[in-house]
């Protein structure tokens, strides 16, 4: 099978530098080139075996969560039903020890999860962008300086850091929860950058761009990022998948806030209500299967980002 995109050898494997074909030009039938370049990349993913079922995990987890008001059998914090029910019934999952149809609040807890996810692999992917970029496009002082804050920030245990932190600010919700991932997350995926435009400031095409008189955030964005196509992709991935595991770490400790429907509070709450001691194991083991499957399915995904980069990490 032909591949949708070739990649410059002068770049390297690891460049991740995907040189798109000529796009088809056929009038007013053509569609915009960034829809092209959408459906290429899809295309590629969806030709390996593990980025398919991991996006269709995901898509059947977002479709959950959006349909979430009509599917779900009841409100997630209606408590008038009996406590501790088994599963069966009216209740496929069973009720919470407060009282909680379990089914409905493994539905809207969804979307807590993901937008956690998708909003702090966003800005942790946004920030390690323009910190690996800048570093490693501009040797000397602003290097060294912003390399010392991201290996300070690397040098700080994350997950002690994610709690003083969610303490410090305790009380902000889900807003807090994303900043303290944010704050912890972004410095691995600068680091990679920052060594890889490193290596694509002594290219050709950047030295030409630069006798040309182009300005600096133009090299920088319009030069040098469209080469590292794959690798910032690969960073939203790892990002999200830190951040949706972060986020019921945080909310399973107690450290966010108990009374939002989330599938790291249902874990928070089943361990105060002593669920595994009385035996509703349901009320563990579905939050903690549904982070499971998340985490795993935007890790599938970036097996098949990693094949964008590397085409002989392609499945045959």
């Not at 996006?55 to 987890?61: G, H, K, T």
């Not at 704050?183 to 890889?196: E, H, L, M, N, P």
């Amino acid at each position: 099978m032909t591949a949708p995109y070739s990649f410059s050898q002068s770049a390297g494997p690891a460049a991740g530098n995907l040189t798109q074909p000529p796009l088809p030009r056929s009038g007013a039938t053509a569609l915009p080139r960034p829809l092209v370049v959408a459906q290429r990349v899809l295309a590629t993913l969806w030709a390996d075996r593990k980025a398919r079922i991991g996006l269709v995990v995901i898509s059947a987890l977002i479709l959950a969560a959006l349909l979430a008001p009509v599917i779900a059998p009841y409100s997630p914090t209606d408590a008038s039903f009996p406590r501790t029910l088994p599963p069966g019934g009216a209740h496929l999952l069973g009720t919470t020890g407060s009282g909680q149809d379990t089914l409905s609040q493994l539905l809207w807890g969804a979307r807590i999860s993901l937008l956690v996810g998708v909003c702090a692999g966003v800005l942790a992917s946004v920030i390690a962008i323009v910190i690996g970029l800048i570093a490693g496009y501009l040797p000397g002082v602003t290097d060294e300086v912003l390399m010392f804050v991201t290996n300070l920030t690397l040098a700080i245990p994350a997950l002690p850091l994610m709690i003083v932190l969610a303490v410090y600010l305790a009380g902000g919700g889900v807003k807090v929860i994303i900043f303290v991932i944010v704050v912890t997350g972004w410095a691995t995926g600068a680091r990679v950058i920052r060594s890889q435009a490193a290596t694509l400031r002594s290219r050709d095409f950047i030295a030409l761009a630069q006798f040309g008189g182009e300005r600096l955030h133009r090299i920088v964005f319009r030069e040098v990022l469209p080469n590292m196509t794959s690798l910032v992709a690969a960073n939203f991935f790892a990002a999200a998948t830190g951040a949706v595991l972060g986020e019921a770490g945080l909310e399973f400790l107690g450290l966010g806030d108990p009374t939002t429907v989330s599938w790291g509070t249902m874990l928070y709450w089943a361990q105060n209500s002593g669920a595994l001691l009385t035996g509703q194991w349901v009320l563990v083991l579905a939050p903690g299967l549904c982070i499971a499957l998340l985490a795993a399915a935007l890790s599938l995904v970036n097996f098949g980002v990693d094949a964008l980069s590397n085409p002989r990490l392609r499945e045959k």
